[in-house]
């Protein structure tokens, strides 16, 4: 099992709060369904899009950097989680310009149940994300200190593993808000 049975603890906690999240996304959506179906014109794509090319090239920096420990290549790691944590930090200020124009455009909580929902599920989703670029952070000075070796790197991989769970939540949220009517 990649990582550590904590992580994986917490994983599991994490999906079972976005589930019921989605279900309030669902939920919502079948008693407003003229909501959802004109939401996503006010959002701006590019936004979703951007991020989720971010979180994805990030994952798959922590992937090289869980390679290059399992290879002993402790320097290499390192360069891959900075990488990693550079990329990461790239999400919340999309979404820090995002808001800011969502704002100036009208499109806050009080324009209705559909944004409401989204910034509930998004927000939540980017306090997830923090505590994985803090996660990134703590294995990035593990990782320069030498802490991780080809024989042990649980925590390196928990990191990469719970930074891939932020992954996959972002890539039902997306289509959701951004895309799917």
Not at 38 to 45: A, C, E, H, I, N
Not at 114 to 140: D, E, M, R
């Amino acid at each position: 099992m990649p990582g550590n049975s904590g992580i994986w603890v917490g994983i599991f906690c994490v999906l079972v709060e976005f589930f019921l999240l989605f279900i309030v996304y669902f939920v919502a959506k079948a008693h407003h369904p003229e909501a959802f179906q004109t939401g996503p014109d006010k959002l701006v794509t590019l936004a979703g899009v951007t991020i989720t090319l971010l979180l994805l090239t990030s994952g798959y920096c922590m992937v090289k950097a869980v390679e290059s420990i399992r290879k002993d290549a402790a320097t290499r790691a390192f360069r891959w989680v900075i990488l990693a944590f550079i990329l990461g930090c790239g999400y919340p200020l999309v979404k820090y310009f995002e808001i800011q124009w969502n704002m100036a455009h009208g499109v806050d909580t009080k324009a209705g149940i559909f944004y409401t929902v989204y910034y509930y599920l998004t927000l939540n989703h980017l306090v997830h994300v923090f505590w994985g670029l803090l996660g990134l952070g703590w294995v990035a000075v593990r990782t320069h200190r030498g802490i991780y070796t080809s024989k042990d790197y649980s925590g390196l991989e928990a990191a990469a593993v719970y930074w891939h769970t932020t992954d996959v939540i972002w890539l039902a949220i997306f289509p959701f808000f951004y895309i799917l009517r």
